[in-house]
Each structure stands twice: as C-alpha cells, then as structure tokens.
C-alpha cells in the first residue's frame, strides 16, 4: 500500500490560505489520493479526492502534480473552524471497497 | 436522524465486563467499518462489512466481536478487555464497488477499561 509523508504542523492566519503538501512517490496508477480531516476527538470528515485531475468543491481544491507523485490541500480562506488535523490517504480498492490507511497528519492551526 | 450514529459516545467499563457498542447508518450504505484510535496513534481499520459478509479482519483479538445483522447496523461487542483497549471506536460506511466512494463516520465512542 502506498505510503504518504505530511508535515507535523502546520500555522495559517485567519482569513488567508492554507496550503497543505502531501508525498505520495509510490502512488500506483490506478490509486486515487484522498484527503480528509479530524476536529478534536470527532469522527474524520471527508474533504476531497482526485486521481489526476485537480479537483474543486465547497471546502477545498486539491491540486495533484503531473507525476502524481506529490499534492496539496487548499482551503482557499481559513477559518477558525478549519483547526484541526489533515490526513493525506493514498487508497487502495480491494474486495469491493477502499481501504484507507491513516497516518499522523498534519496538524493544521489556524489563528487570528 | 441522518448519517452515521454510535452509542454510547461514552463507556467506562471494568476488565470482566461485557458490553456494545452500536452504529446505524442512515445513508443507504452497504459497506461498514470499525477503526481503532488510541492516543497519540492513527487510527487503525479492525474490520470491513461488505453486504453484511465480514471481508476484512485485521488482525483484531478476539475479545473485539463485531457483528453486521444488516446494511445499516453494525455492533461491536466487548469482554474481557485490557486497559490498554481504552480508545475512540469510530464507525464508518461508504457505499460499495467502486473506487471512488468516500467513507462517512460517526462521532466515536470513546471507551475506558478500567
């Protein structure tokens, strides 16, 4: 199963945007990148998912390189609510469903 | 109600006790999953529900017990835990077939073994 590589943290200032990188080099061709977030001891929330194509919804756009190799999460203007951790999940499709690997995440503090 | 729903949000229970946790999902779902987050760890899938039919076991002991009675409920039933146990059960569900189907999850319950 592909791995990704987030930064630990991350601080935004209210109102501007955040930028959160993901490291997927082992994607396979057919594995799609997902992004989802966690507030504080909450069930995980969905954001957004792309295989090659930048992405664009109500919460966020997710833009993926051309290698597919790396992508990055934009909340085009944070907000206090948006505090919370990011988790960058390369799935794999097996048995009919998609098995998502969490990992640490990025702990994204928005602030005043 | 709408989405996914667990009860309790809160357990405290002692290491010989029995108990349940429940999860419903009102979103016309047909796959169903239990993850395991304890602190300062990801969260870790135990097992997936697909149609009912158990896919996915991973490598969970056997005091955990889930059972899937049909596409909407799903229980995870608890004995003889370890302190250790102590974390948030979250539950999820997605739709099934393809790859391209999110999963949506309830609030958790967090459990304690005292």
């Known amino acids: 199963d592909a791995k990704t590589t987030q930064p630990t943290s991350m601080d935004c200032a209210e109102g501007r945007a955040a930028n959160l990188p993901c490291n997927h080099s082992?994607?396979?061709?057919?594995?799609?990148v997902y992004w989802y977030r966690q507030i504080h001891s909450q069930g995980p929330q969905y954001i957004i998912h792309?295989?090659?194509n930048n992405e664009t919804n109500e919460m966020a756009s997710l833009i993926i390189t051309e290698d597919r190799k790396s992508s990055t999460l934009i909340l085009p203007h944070a907000t206090l609510r948006d505090t919370a951790v990011y988790y960058c999940i390369v799935s794999h499709f097996s048995g009919g469903y998609n098995k998502l690997i969490f990992g640490a995440g990025t702990r994204l503090a928005v602030h005043p | 109600e709408t989405g996914v729903t667990q009860t309790p949000r809160h357990l405290v229970m002692g290491m010989t006790n029995k108990k349940s946790l429940k999860c419903e999902q009102h979103?016309?779902?047909?796959?169903m999953y239990w993850y395991k987050q304890s602190a300062k760890k990801p969260l870790e899938l135990m097992f997936v529900y697909n149609f009912k039919e158990q896919t996915e076991n991973n490598s969970v002991p056997s005091r955990f017990s889930p059972e899937c009675p049909n596409s909407s409920h799903l229980f995870l039933h608890l004995h003889t835990l370890q302190p250790e146990d102590s974390a948030l059960y979250l539950c999820a569900s997605s739709s099934q077939g393809t790859q391209t189907y999110e999963q949506y999850f309830g609030p958790g319950t967090r459990l304690t073994v005292t």
């Open positions: 792309g295989l090659k």
């Open positions: 979103l016309g779902h047909n796959a």
């Open positions: 082992t994607i396979s061709g057919n594995e799609y």
